[in-house]
């Protein structure tokens, strides 16, 4: 029984992103993948989710950018309630990126409820798709956990994360837990909430070539 749903971001996740070492290392779990990930149209993109979501109820969600929008939009429909806890790594603010780049129009505005599953943000502070204070926003209004990552680029490829075995230990601790309620961050136990985060994991390495969902 598939117990994570993997969800890659724009253009799809390369077969060295972290994403693609889960599903590939990490029992029971599988990408959702999408029709076209360089064409992000949410409605079809909403409907590939919950169709994998209907089959594997209960599912933890590991997002990563604009897979992170995705889940934020799903949190408005009654499939939600399918949801097991949520991983929302690298979140891309759609609402910026709309501005210039028709391709996210679809997924702006970015949703700002409260998810009513669990869940932890996971941030860096020179993300080039996310303003490290938007996301401790989002993480607020959202009721996540949020994981400081400091200087992580958008953690992917690009800023030197391979497998990333400290991220599974975070969706591991999504299991079993239930949202801590509106407006209250860090329902998971040792998480930090978004009003009180330090860097606590930094990638062995970095480059500088930032690429959006890769």
């Given at each position: 029984?598939?117990t994570?749903?993997?969800i890659?971001?724009?253009?799809g996740?390369?077969?060295s992103?972290?994403q693609?070492?889960?599903?590939?290392?990490?029992?029971?779990?599988?990408?959702?993948e999408?029709?076209?990930?360089?064409?992000?149209?949410?409605s079809?993109?909403?409907?590939?989710?919950?169709?994998?979501?209907?089959?594997?109820?209960?599912?933890?969600?590991?997002a990563?950018?604009?897979?992170?929008?995705l889940?934020a939009?799903?949190?408005?429909?009654?499939?939600?309630a399918h949801?097991?806890g949520?991983?929302l790594v690298?979140?891309?603010?759609?609402?910026?990126?709309?501005?210039?780049?028709?391709?996210?129009?679809?997924?702006?505005p970015?949703?700002?409820?409260?998810?009513?599953?669990?869940?932890?943000l996971?941030?860096?502070?020179?993300?080039?798709?996310?303003?490290?204070?938007?996301?401790?926003?989002?993480?607020?209004?959202?009721?996540?956990?949020?994981?400081?990552l400091?200087?992580?680029?958008h953690?992917n490829?690009?800023?030197?994360?391979?497998?990333?075995p400290?991220?599974?230990?975070?969706?591991a601790a999504?299991?079993?837990?239930?949202?801590?309620?509106?407006?209250k961050?860090g329902?998971i136990?040792?998480?930090?909430?978004?009003?009180?985060?330090?860097?606590?994991?930094?990638?062995?390495?970095?480059?500088?070539?930032?690429s959006?969902?890769?």
């Amino acid at each position: 029984m598939v117990t994570t749903l993997i969800i890659p971001g724009y253009r799809g996740s390369e077969a060295s992103h972290w994403q693609r070492h889960w599903a590939r290392d990490l029992p029971d779990s599988e990408v959702v993948e999408q029709e076209d990930f360089g064409r992000p149209i949410l409605s079809e993109w909403l409907h590939a989710l919950e169709a994998r979501l209907a089959a594997a109820p209960g599912a933890i969600l590991v997002a990563h950018s604009l897979g992170c929008a995705l889940v934020a939009h799903l949190a408005t429909r009654p499939s939600a309630a399918h949801v097991g806890g949520a991983l929302l790594v690298a979140p891309a603010d759609v609402d910026l990126l709309a501005r210039d780049h028709p391709d996210f129009e679809d997924f702006a505005p970015m949703p700002r409820e409260t998810l009513p599953f669990a869940s932890i943000l996971v941030a860096s502070r020179n993300d080039p798709f996310m303003r490290f204070g938007r996301a401790a926003a989002l993480a607020e209004d959202w009721g996540s956990g949020l994981v400081d990552l400091g200087m992580a680029g958008h953690i992917n490829v690009a800023s030197g994360f391979g497998p990333w075995p400290e991220g599974a230990i975070l969706a591991a601790a999504l299991r079993g837990r239930r949202p801590s309620g509106a407006g209250k961050a860090g329902a998971i136990a040792g998480v930090p909430t978004a009003r009180d985060s330090t860097p606590i994991v930094r990638p062995a390495t970095m480059v500088d070539r930032p690429s959006i969902g890769c």
